[in-house]
């Protein structure tokens, strides 16, 4: 028997604990990574929908009409009728019950009729997370849904 316990204490070394945090450091990168991936990918599926949205009270318009806006009066013309119609009583809007929203980063929509890539109709897009127009990340309505 001794005759002093031993007061030799317990607890972990650096190397332990260096090791247990590179292991949290690595698990949150990941879980970080998905989160923005899935984030990214819910953003451009809300873009898509919304887009898909303005397609009713544009088809409604143009039944009205007999035409689209013209790219000048943009979407507004959905809320409010524009001042340079031929016949403003043809006008039987507001197509839209809600203020035209913004896409998912924050940017306005963009309109064109005739449409660059819908030459018959009108093209309606986000500039995408970038936000600069006529990139490769761009989401329109001649995109495949």
Known sequence: MKPYPSRRRRCFTLIEVL????????IMSLA?????TAQRKA????????IGLFETPLETYHLDLNAYPAANQGLEALRSPPAD??????WAGPYLNKDIPLDPWGHTYQYAS??????DTYDVWSMG?????GTDDDIGNWTAR
């Open 129 to 133: 997370p970038d936000g600069i127009d």
């Open 32 to 36: 970080v990574g998905s989160y923005t």
């Open 43 to 50: 953003q451009i599926n809300a873009a898509k929908s919304q």
């Open 85 to 90: 119609l031929s016949d403003p009583g043809k």
């Open 114 to 119: 005739p449409g660059k890539y819908n030459t």
């Open 19 to 26: 090791m247990v945090l590179v292991i949290l450091v690595i």
